[in-house]
């Protein structure tokens, strides 16, 4: 009866430290984000969109997520987003 009793908490180890290795993996992107440079304004281009129902607007937009790469990850990338839609990127990190 006592090996039953013990065996719960056993078989939880695995998924406790799978839990912990996730959490230390977000704070690690967390952190690196904060830390990041910030975006350089030259290379934003602001237009009167105040009164625009356009929120973000990109046109042939390339993103590298790996500084040390020369091949942009994302390539011509064309988005709209109105103001008030809701947007999100998915796909494995």
């Not at 998924?15 to 230390?24: C, F, G, R």
């Not at 281009?45 to 993103?63: H, M, P, W």
């Given at each position: 009866?006592?090996?039953?009793?013990?065996?719960?908490?056993?078989?939880?180890?695995?998924?406790?430290?799978s839990a912990i290795i996730q959490v230390n993996v977000?704070?690690?992107?967390?952190?690196?984000?904060?830390?990041?440079?910030?975006?350089?304004?030259?290379?934003?281009?602001?237009?009167?969109?105040?009164?625009?129902?356009?929120?973000?607007?990109?046109?042939?937009?390339?993103?590298?997520?790996?500084?040390?790469?020369?091949?942009?990850?994302?390539?011509?990338?064309?988005?709209?987003?109105?103001?008030?839609?809701?947007?999100?990127?998915?796909?494995?990190?």
């Amino acid at each position: 009866a006592t090996l039953r009793v013990m065996s719960e908490p056993v078989r939880l180890i695995p998924e406790a430290i799978s839990a912990i290795i996730q959490v230390n993996v977000s704070f690690d992107r967390i952190n690196n984000f904060l830390l990041d440079d910030e975006l350089k304004i030259d290379e934003i281009e602001r237009s009167g969109l105040e009164k625009s129902e356009t929120a973000v607007d990109i046109q042939a937009g390339n993103f590298i997520w790996d500084p040390d790469t020369k091949i942009p990850t994302l390539q011509n990338i064309n988005l709209d987003i109105k103001r008030g839609q809701k947007a999100a990127v998915c796909g494995p990190v």
